[in-house]
């Protein structure tokens, strides 16, 4: 495989002005016919040759004008096609054939079930027919589906409906026109046997758009919150960015079989089930929200994305960085602001550090790749929203608004690029962006250590920062620039937040942002009346790595006192990794310990005060993750780390136990089930409470869990009831675990979304023999080697959530997770590739796994029909 570099950027020597798509649906031979006008591209370098882009396809005909073309004109590679002699203007007319149902791949024209439908981003489109496939060149679309009436009644592609059509042998056809010049990965078509869930939304200029959901007819009674959500989409997008929706008709579909979560087509978005489909009876909160956020993503690609495009994939931050921001600001709005950002923060240090920890590290904007779609990184979306996040924190929310509007005012219709981001948000604000471009240019997490020094005499505080950035594939450390970094600040006395005043401002406030940008920098806080602890980086408000040698009754004085929720909550995260590490030192040297007692004192704080909001609670007084723990030190001390957050979690368990069971009645609701901030807030702090009270459950406590998990009107509470079940290793429970597992899959087993989540808890199930239950489980009915969220279920969660037993001491969770990453190689290349997670972070364990580690890799690495996805991976990681 060959890689692909960002500074070799050409321009197309061609575009494709008007594209019109015919299909002839068939599952072993469906023939795409295009009929693509194209004209010489002004502004490349001309070219008496077209070369077009193709993959696995059946070349039947091509001509040029009136033209047939045959074999001496053209010539046909592996990945390509090329007409050796063009003019500046002509109409290219290509026939393929395809064959979607044995595609595999789920990239290009797939079968899901009895529905055909289409993935085309990145680049899908090529495995439709012969196509200029890069996101510079924009077409209009014209597309005619012709399918059998009664297997596919309903017809569907981009844009609006223009024509239907009854023809011979029982066979109908529907053309669509999309009036928006769009990319080919933009391009979608679904047929099938499908129902519409309908609504409609008037746009803030009185325009009617139509809203259909689609889905298989057993899914009607799961689509209401996703409607909602769009609707509350559509609004808030209006509202805070000033964009209104510009087609008659949105569509959404819903579909099985999905690579990913879903798919912002032009006007017609595809969805995985598991991110489009919610009912209380057979969601969770987590999933509910899930929904929310994934329907808001796609519909807000709609202009961050489509209206706006990107000018070749080295930019698929730009879309997706900024669209992710704008999703997670769309949620904190419809919930709770803190707890959607202590997820946020969770999920960047936990699982986008260890990327930038890792051999795949990359820039928001890498400079070269030889799979694209390796890089639907969680640091092209989350680490790309936290970089559009400061520039909301540099410029304030106006300025920020105004960039944007600028943004989208002066590339629409475009394929835009980072820098054209970059340069409206400099000129609307006037200020300078070039050294915060290194976000952008330089991976790794930036590490900053700062230090306070109080002088009473003076009453000044000095905080001095010190900020590098670790060596990386891409380059060393030391040859890295300091970032521009915003920290936002405040101090903490021992009544609350003291006014702060810095030399460069007059007016006193309780919180700044100050601006790093040197390798070490003071800044002097003046008239400060008593010592403070400083509160720094609230809000998360950039995506490092912070350390300031706080006591531990500082961090204390932060949770009680601090007006962020976010920071309170961190402050108490970091007392927790401190008790977990002085319990594994203690079993390093086979030591007594006790539970640190401030921690246990802001336990009981938390459960005693009912002042509190719940899901603050419910997030203080859950355990830092075995991955978030796994991050802090290496190498990884897997077996460690288990042991002693579990001993934290049984003694916390233990010494609140009267409090754990007074704050679960407490959460106990009789109102009919609502998705709403409150009630979510309650049922997670009632989950967290179960968990605690079931580390060793009285009879009373085993009554009221199984009671929970019986009589619950939703599946939030049904299935914390079957994961506190199945994660107690009391005797007392033991037959409880197995009827609860066994009730539950008898209950949901034509429910396929609910299935997962019994599959996954079970493979998430830590305790010893996992591996052979997860083996039973690959052979279980209920399991589909095809279906992506099968896999995702059971091989994904038993790999990255089950660590003592994916790194078993003897490589077996090795070996199997290499087993299932070369049948997938030729399967499903995109899930294969994203399985290889685990083992390319082989360097952060000890010698011995990482010898185990490696040896599967290499295994992997000599199979000789390598995908480019898996190559890749394997290659950067050994
Ligand atoms: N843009 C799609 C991702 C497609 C990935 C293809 N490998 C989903 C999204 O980010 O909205
Ligand atoms: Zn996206």
């Given at each position: 495989p060959t890689t692909i570099y960002l500074k070799d950027y050409l321009p197309p020597a061609f575009l494709i002005e008007k594209t019109h798509l015919t299909f002839q649906l068939d599952p072993e031979k469906t023939t795409v016919t295009s009929v693509l006008q194209c004209v010489a591209n002004p502004k490349a370098a001309p070219s008496q040759s077209l070369t077009l882009h193709g993959q696995d396809l059946k070349l039947v005909r091509l001509q040029l004008n009136n033209k047939a073309l045959t074999a001496a004109d053209y010539c046909v590679e592996e990945e390509s096609l090329t007409i050796h002699a063009v003019p500046d203007a002509f109409t290219l007319t290509c026939v393929t054939e395809i064959s979607p149902a044995t595609n595999s791949s789920l990239e290009g024209l797939y079968k899901s079930r009895t529905m055909y439908c289409t993935q085309c981003e990145a680049e899908g489109f090529r495995k439709i027919t012969y196509y200029l496939d890069r996101p510079d060149v924009l077409s209009e679309f014209t597309t005619t589906v012709i399918g059998d009436k009664q297997q596919f009644p309903v017809l569907l592609s981009n844009g609006n409906l223009v024509a239907s059509e009854q023809l011979e042998n029982g066979f109908h056809s529907a053309t669509w026109h999309d009036p928006f010049k769009k990319p080919a990965y933009l391009f979608a078509l679904v047929a099938g046997d499908l129902q519409v869930v309908e609504d409609n939304f008037i746009t803030c200029s009185g325009r009617n758009v139509v809203l259909k959901i689609f889905v298989e007819p057993k899914d009607l009674d799961k689509c209401e919150h996703a409607m909602a959500s769009l609707k509350n989409a559509m609004k808030w997008d209006e509202e805070v960015y000033g964009r209104e929706y510009d087609l008659d008709i949105f569509m959404i579909v819903a579909v099985d079989?999905?690579?990913?979560?879903?798919m912002e087509n032009k006007g017609l978005n595809i969805f995985n089930t598991s991110c489009v489909l919610a009912n209380p009876k057979t969601t969770t909160d987590a999933g509910f929200a899930r929904v929310e956020g994934v329907v808001a993503h796609e519909y807000f690609h709609n202009w961050s994305g489509n209206r706006v495009t990107c000018r070749d994939w080295f930019q698929l931050s730009l879309k997706e960085g900024f669209t992710v921001f704008r999703d997670e600001e769309f949620s904190s709005d419809m919930g709770s602001r803190t707890v959607k950002r202590v997820e946020d923060v969770n999920v960047m240090r936990t699982l986008q550090f260890a990327e930038d920890g890792g051999p795949m590290a990359h820039p928001v904007?890498?400079?070269?790749?030889?799979?694209?779609?390796?890089?639907?990184?969680l640091t092209i979306y989350e680490k790309g929203a936290e970089v559009v996040r400061m520039y909301h924190t540099l410029l304030g929310p106006e300025l920020f608004r105004q960039g944007s509007d600028l943004y989208f005012e002066r590339h629409d219709g475009e394929a835009a690029t980072i820098e054209d981001f970059t340069a409206a948000m400099a000129e609307v604000s006037g200020r300078d962006f070039s050294q915060f471009k290194y976000w952008y240019s330089q991976a790794g997490t930036p590490v900053v250590k700062a230090e306070g020094d109080y002088c009473a005499q003076a009453k000044t505080f000095s905080l001095t920062f010190e900020q590098y950035c670790p060596d990386t594939p891409e380059a060393k450390g030391s040859d890295k620039k300091p970032y521009h970094i915003p920290v936002n600040v405040s101090l903490l006395g021992k009544a609350g937040l003291l006014p702060l005043t810095l030399d460069s401002q007059a007016q006193p406030q309780t919180e700044v942002v100050l601006e790093l940008t040197e390798a070490q920098q003071t800044f002097v806080f003046n008239d400060v009346q008593e010592e403070p602890v400083p509160s720094l980086f609230?809000?998360?408000?950039?995506?490092v790595k912070s350390a300031y040698p706080y006591k531990k009754a500082d961090l204390l004085r932060i949770t009680t006192q601090d007006s962020d929720g976010f920071a309170r909550f961190d402050a108490m995260q970091q007392l927790a990794v401190v008790a977990i590490f002085d319990v594994m030192a203690a079993l390093r040297k086979q030591e007594e310990w006790q539970l640190e007692p401030l921690l246990l004192n802001a336990v009981k704080e938390l459960l005693t005060n009912e002042a509190l909001d719940p899901a603050m609670v419910a997030l203080m007084c859950t355990l830092p993750s075995q991955a978030y723990m796994s991050g802090l030190a290496t190498p990884i001390e897997v077996e460690l780390i288990h042991q002693a957050r579990n001993a934290v979690k049984a003694a916390i368990a233990e010494q609140c136990f009267d409090l754990w069971l007074a704050v679960y009645n407490r959460c106990l609701s009789t109102k009919a089930y609502a998705f709403n901030a409150n009630d979510v807030a309650l049922r997670s702090l009632k989950k967290v409470a179960l968990e605690y009270l079931m580390v060793k459950p009285t009879e009373e406590v085993l009554a009221l869990c199984v009671k929970q998990f019986n009589n619950a009107d939703n599946m939030t509470d049904e299935s914390a009831a079957m994961s506190a079940l199945v994660d107690c290793t009391a005797p007392l429970a033991a037959k409880e675990r197995v009827d609860a597992l066994a009730q539950f899959y008898e209950r949901w087993k034509d429910e396929a979304l609910v299935v997962n989540l019994w599959l996954s808890v079970q493979a998430a199930d830590s305790t010893p023999g996992a591996l052979k239950r997860v083996e039973a489980l690959l052979k279980h009915p209920a399991y589909d080697s095809a279906n992506p969220n099968k896999i995702r279920s059971v091989v994904s969660v038993f790999c990255n959530q089950n660590a003592v037993n994916f790194h078993a001491i003897d490589g077996s969770g090795y070996v199997f997770l290499a087993d299932q990453i070369l049948v997938l190689n030729k399967q499903n290349p995109q899930i294969a590739s994203r399985l290889l997670g685990p083992l390319t972070k082989w360097q952060k364990y000890d010698v011995n796994r990482q010898g185990l580690m490696r040896e599967q890799l290499l295994r992997i690495q000599s199979e000789?029909?390598?995908?480019k996805d898996v190559y890749e991976v394997v290659a950067k990681s050994l």
């Open positions: 079989d999905f690579n990913m979560g879903a904007q890498p400079a070269s790749f030889m799979e694209i779609s390796n890089f639907y990184t609230r809000g998360f408000s950039a995506p000789p029909a390598l995908s």
